[in-house]
């Protein structure tokens, strides 16, 4: 068992990435104060200037619904007018994996705040945006649920700090409540189109999947290498692309005819259903005790020069405490798994 970041750095479990500069630590707050007021708004106003890779207004009308215009106004106002202060010891940022995010992130950083009265900024955006913050400077860790590719420019150590499952997730009226995994891939592969192909009321199945413009998200790259065996999705007239697997669980959670893949950790503090699997509830003793299959890691990305503050947030996450307090949040901790 890795108990804190020195461990890691020493255990030789995930080489580093090759060497480059040292991280220029230059986020501003007032980005900070805007851009993490939220993860919800953050992520629904990226997905506003990504717009093009829906094809159905839906989308768009549920960004408004999601946001409204007064809320945008008073994000671009922060933006704008609030003047910038320098980095701080103070505090930490950090940005990405969505899963983690909305699953235990923003309730770790209030207790680490709790704690040792240094404040931790959150911000969503998914595992491929924090490791493009981490590497331009913008953050100080990166959640993530994919490692970095080998080409990552950056001294970067990638570290394990919790379990997670995916899971698949349809709105709360949907009658069905169990899926098989070849039902799953006929799915992605346009095969079953309908719900009344499951036994369900006709309606056409609108598929949610998270992808950046720059690639896979975490939960699409592990979609395919667990579920997939290795296929891209079929891309139909009902394939809806978004920016984050939270905003994917947000319109699941307005649209009846939706179904998407996601992590347990986030999907669970959701208005969504969750699917059995071959029979098998996702909870954590099925993740467990491998009854319910699709486990995955979840990471924290962390340059190998950072300075002692992150070292010592990174130290807590890895403690006995910090485990137990992932525990506490309905997280599979490391100590859960041997």
Not at 183 to 201: D, P
Not at 204 to 225: C, P, Q, Y
Not at 235 to 253: C, Y
Request: proline share 4%.
């Amino acid at each position: 068992m890795i108990n804190n970041f020195s461990e890691y750095l020493n255990s030789g479990i995930l080489p580093l990435q090759k060497a480059t500069s040292d991280i220029q630590k230059k986020y501003i707050l007032a980005f900070q104060k805007a851009s993490m007021v939220s993860s919800t708004v953050a992520a629904a106003g990226g997905r506003m200037q990504t717009n093009s890779t829906y094809r159905d207004t839906m989308q768009q009308n549920f960004i408004l619904r999601l946001i409204g215009v007064p809320a945008l106004a008073v994000l671009i106002s922060l933006f704008l007018f609030y003047p910038a202060q320098a980095h701080s010891h103070d505090y930490l940022t950090i940005s990405g994996c969505s899963i983690s995010d909305v699953g235990y992130l923003k309730a770790l950083a209030r207790e680490y705040e709790r704690r040792t009265g240094v404040k931790v900024f959150v911000r969503g955006g998914g595992s491929v945006v924090g490791s493009e913050d981490l590497k331009s400077g913008k953050v100080d860790l990166a959640a993530s649920c994919m490692v970095p590719d080998s080409h990552d420019s950056g001294e970067i150590v990638c570290v394990q700090v919790a379990w997670d499952a995916l899971v698949f997730i349809v709105h709360p009226s949907n009658p069905l409540d169990n899926i098989s995994l070849d039902t799953v891939r006929s799915i992605y592969a346009g095969k079953i189109t309908n719900w009344s192909q499951l036994h369900g009321a006709p309606a056409r199945i609108k598929v949610f999947i998270s992808r950046t413009k720059t690639g896979l998200s975490g939960v699409e790259a592990s979609t395919k290498a667990l579920v997939l065996n290795g296929k891209d999705p079929v891309e139909s007239p009902n394939t809806f692309f978004a920016a984050s697997s939270g905003i994917v669980e947000q319109l699941v959670e307005e649209t009846p005819a939706g179904f998407a893949t996601t992590g347990i950790t986030s999907a669970r503090k959701r208005n969504v259903k969750l699917l059995k699997v071959n029979g098998v509830a996702p909870t954590n003793k099925a993740i467990i005790q491998n009854r319910y299959p699709l486990k995955r890691p979840l990471y924290l990305l962390v340059p190998a020069s950072s300075g002692p503050e992150v070292k010592r947030f990174v130290d807590f996450v890895l403690s006995r405490e910090g485990q137990q307090f992932l525990k506490s949040q309905n997280v599979i901790s490391l100590r859960d798994i041997k």
